[in-house]
């Protein structure tokens, strides 16, 4: 019996976003791609936003970790980026926050390679990229 892969939601926003954007991102995204909540390992961010409300009662509501990743490492997974933010670089010191923290989360839980299923999504106020492990 094979391993579940790991897959794990990438999140960036702004100050203040609100838990229903960041819920509402998460949940269409996913459910474009056949998938829910249900299947998520964790959620990932930038350290930058360890602070912000919404991304902690989505963790809370959802029942998931959630890893804030320093922009150390963050920066490490420019090569394999869909598309970089000079707004993320300036504010976080990586030039993604949703996809490269999907990455490394995938990469640290499963020590197995990640690769990006869902690419960058927005809405007004979020990111959201979902990366996960080859089984």
Known sequence: MS??????????CRRECSLEELLSLLDNTLAEHGSSTAELTALASSDHKADEPGLQQLAAQLNLPIQFLPAEVLTGYHERLSQTSAIAQRVTG????????????????????????ITKRKSANATLAVARSDP
């Open 3 to 12: 391993e579940r892969p790991a897959l794990v939601a990438g999140l960036g």
């Open 94 to 117: 990586s030039p993604s926050v949703a996809e490269a923290s999907a990455l490394a989360l995938v990469e640290q839980l499963s020590d197995r390679p990640a690769r990006l299923w």
